[in-house]
């Protein structure tokens, strides 16, 4: 068979540890046997970010904006422990903060489900997709601790200098907190457009809920910059695609959630996100499984595994041990990011390999083959648990079946 042809470059992004292990077996056995893969590679694995000051990551999320699909792997954010580990000229910032700045994206993690693997919600039958809001709110507040007697103030200055004040709390008999927030209706605005572009993309509903009945000006901005955009540029597109946008309150959307059967994506602010995600993943089965996708305003996508770089399972592997790390999650970073590259240079050949490659991975863990994360929670009769290598050559035993 010959080779599958790639007319424009896919951003590589490489990483560390167990992942970056992963990566390059996932190379070798399941795609350059079958692709002529044409991809524009920055390594942005540790000692290559301090090599380079950080430099690389810049570099990569640039040439993501320019060919418009990347695919990432899991990555160190650098802490203390790292410092000494990597002998670092700095403690580097979050690869992934630094390209969803650039990108001013939207991450969208979903789940990847499989027979003999249940929720722990077991009515949730399809993937249910977060999508957080990641700008402002209580992650970029300001607070402070207040004195009995003291009055808080929200004050607001405007370019003339002109104050407008609204009071917050008097304190009489008690000590206490405040906390500002702020957010911009610009990014509202960009999480907006990612979400409808990413509802359309994928055929599902998107849900949203705030707490705007309490929260009249704040929250309700969120309620009312996501109507406008919906109303003025997706309905007509929502109403074509067969496809629903909804509004609720978030206890409701919770309740929702929890009854329902999946199949949807769910959009949250920026706090709502950050604990929903790990409600849903956690409910869902294991980390290996989740994957990920950071969707800019303009249309360009950048595809990882949800999970880091398992440092544990690398340690192993460094001495020699075997390890059963789930790959899972990565190869769907690929197949998402090959079928992307497929669909927007009409590359039907490319479109199709990565619909074959998940099914595969798909078909090897419902055959009972899989690694020791999905072992233990697998419900099937008959299941093996292999190794982090071996699990990959059965993947490519049913591959080249399918192919
Ligand atoms: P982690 O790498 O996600 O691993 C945490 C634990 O979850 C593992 O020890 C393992 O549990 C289990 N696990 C995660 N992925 C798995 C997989 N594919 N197969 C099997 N088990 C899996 O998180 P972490 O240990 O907190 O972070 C490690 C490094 O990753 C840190 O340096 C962090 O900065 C980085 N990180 C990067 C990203 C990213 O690039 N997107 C995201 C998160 C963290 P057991 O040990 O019990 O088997
Ligand atoms: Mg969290």
Redesign the pocket.
């Given at each position: 068979m010959a080779k599958i042809q790639m007319n424009t470059p896919l951003v590589e992004m490489d990483?560390?540890?167990m992942t970056r292990v992963i990566w390059q077996m996932i190379k070798d056995k399941l795609l350059t046997p079958y692709i002529e893969l044409n991809t524009e590679y920055y390594d942005l694995g540790l000692v290559h970010r301090n090599e380079t000051n950080d430099q690389v990551t810049v570099d990569s999320a640039n040439a993501t904006k320019k060919y418009g699909v990347a695919v990432?792997c899991?990555?160190?954010?650098p802490n203390a422990q790292?410092m000494t580990e990597y002998d670092l000229k700095e403690m580097w910032k979050s690869?992934?903060g630094t390209i969803r700045a650039i990108l001013d994206g939207t991450v969208f993690r979903a789940p990847i489900i499989v027979k003999g693997i249940t929720p722990l919600l077991p009515g949730w039958k399809k993937p249910i997709t977060i999508a957080r809001h990641a700008y402002g709110d209580v992650y970029k507040n300001t607070e402070m601790k207040v004195k009995d007697g003291c009055k808080a103030e929200l004050v607001v200055t405007d370019k003339d200098g002109n104050e407008t004040r609204q009071l917050i709390h008097e304190f009489k008999g008690s000590d206490g907190v405040i906390q500002g927030q702020h957010n911009i209706d610009a990014s509202i605005a960009s999480f907006a457009r990612a979400c409808f572009n990413f509802a359309l993309d994928t055929k599902q509903d998107i849900w949203f809920a705030t707490k705007d009945t309490i929260s009249k000006k704040y929250d309700h901005t969120f309620k009312d910059i996501f109507a406008e955009i919906y109303e003025n540029e997706y309905k007509a597109k929502f109403e074509a695609a067969g496809i629903e946008y909804f509004y609720t309150l978030i206890d409701d959307a919770v309740a929702r959630v929890v009854r329902s059967e999946g199949g949807y994506i769910w959009a949250c602010k920026n706090y709502d996100g950050d604990v929903m995600s790990d409600m849903v993943a956690t409910a869902f089965g294991?980390?290996?499984m989740m994957t990920?996708v950071l969707v800019s305003p303009d249309g360009v996508y950048e595809y990882?595994?949800?999970?880091?770089?398992?440092?544990?399972?690398y340690y192993k592997h460094l001495k020699g041990e075997e390890t059963s790390?789930?790959?899972v999650?990565t190869i769907f970073a690929w197949s998402g990011a090959l079928k992307k590259r497929g669909e927007l240079d009409n590359n039907a050949e490319l479109v199709v390999f990565a619909d074959k490659l998940e099914k595969a991975t798909i078909k090897t863990i419902e055959d009972g083959v899989m690694?020791?994360?999905l072992y233990i929670i697998s419900q099937l009769e008959n299941k093996k648990k292999v190794n982090t290598e071996q699990f990959l050559d059965e993947i490519n035993l049913r591959l080249k079946e399918m192919l």
């Open positions: 990483g560390d540890e990432k899991a990555t160190i954010t790292r690869p992934n294991s980390l290996g990920s990882e595994a949800a999970h880091g770089t398992v440092t544990r399972h790390t789930n790959s999650a690694t020791g994360d």
